[in-house]
């Protein structure tokens, strides 16, 4: 929780010094309950020398480490792993998009996360984009070798952003308070899209997240939207019906303005 | 066989007009190990002895709070010819060239220390916060310092060698930016679209965070004693503070705490250092 640092109050004031009770005062009416009061005569404590100061928790870095970690390997899982891109990313993005974008912006999407997988040695090149320049067998057997190295390294980092989201949780529903934060909201939505789609290639990333889904479907249940009623199709039929009625109304009171006049000679 | 080899007369006399010479081998210029282990890393600025390339400045901090002393320095090796083609490398007395990773290891040999509990962070919750901290100064921070780099004239880049810089900002960022001429257009993609603002709000958030924490301690997290991570944070704000625009640099300035630390530290490390003349080339 984050905490606030005031002069001392006295007189039945929270501060005696205007700024600080100026803080109290507007924390408390823009987010009560979420913050302590410390009071404190050292202003040296604040990073800039003066007080008021609030001291929030470490969600910057937090999220920061979410999005460069967690974030490599959901890439990796999406976009680098041929049996993955290939068999379920590429076809889902591709029927999401209109023609003619289906065709090329998909492999944008995947090249555009090319230079950071990349830097942390996740890139999978596909096996049309490999140029063969050495015999086929040399080729294979070292590419299987990189393979099974780059799969130690991603169950590796898993492994290791689990542990270290695990410590961070414990026993608490959420990491920084009995509130929902923004690092719960970034962690939880990483960890799901590792949980969810159906992948096929490095299928024990998900099952080494799988402890974490009880958590992250804590955070996704209240903010999934309700399915809105298509109130366009029953305007359409009302509108329909009015014009039907007035038609109908007009011909009881007036009569029907069309005469069938039969000429006999 | 020697019979089957031989070259005709003729063609023999064409090849004789055409004499092959050839050169004596040249010497690496590295020569003969140096007296003292030195630190191959980036040019400093011209007054302190302290390398302009945060990476280097970060193995620099990292020996001296280590409290490894009598360490040269060697900054006429160019990127390319370091082990792994960046830069800090450390030669030793005995020859061998160890890349940056290496380094603690032999920092341990040398201090006599068997590889330190914890990497020296007061408890485990202290490690893994440290984790997140290296995140946000090698994301936020550092594509802050990239974006207040100056570019090079036009003049310049049509005069020099097209240098890929070693991290480039498509790959620190997470998630990457989008291209210049946009995603959907049917010609091809160029360029990329950056948003300053966004950048620098991002760093702002990150400075601020990094002051709160700090606060009053001696060492970042409330360590007893310097943390590799006291590195890392020496590396950027040094390199804030005395290479980057006045944007980035007056973030810092407004935080007392971390001007006061950066000085502390600084002292610290440059100390540590021998003269460059006494490195051998």
Redesign the interface.
Known sequence: MSVLYIWPGQWGLPSIEPGSLAAVLYLSRTIPGQFTVSHCTNP??S???TLP?L??H?G???C??I???L??LVNYMLFSLPENWNTLIHPTLAYALPV??RY??PG??RN??R??L??VGLWNETPAETKKLLPKRTSEHKDKIAQTFQRDKVLQTARDCLD?YQ??LGEKQYIFSSQMTTVDIILAAHVLVILKPPFTGQIIVRSTFGSMQGYSMRSLLPSLPKKSQDDGEILNWGWFGLAVGSVALYLATMGSPLRVVVQVE | MPALMEVPPAIAHLFSLFPLHTFPAIKPQSGAPPRVPTLWIQPPSSTLRLSTDVECLKWQAYLALRGVTKIALRYDVAPEGAKGARLPNLHLADGELHPAQLIPTWVDEVLGESERPLEGYKDQAALDESRAWVSLLEGDVHAALIMAQPSPSYLWSLLSFPITPSRPLESILSPPPPPLSGLSTVFPIFGTRLSPKHVESKYCDAISTIADRLGTDKWFLGSSDPTPLDALVFAYLHSILHNANHIVRTEVTRRVNLVAWELRVRGIVSGAFTRPEEAVL
């Open positions: 040296d404590l990073p800039s020398g100061f001291r929030t470490d910057e870095a937090w920061s480490h999005e460069m970690n974030g490599d003619p974008q090329y912006v944008r999407i555009l996360r230079p950071r990349e830097s270290i410590r961070l």
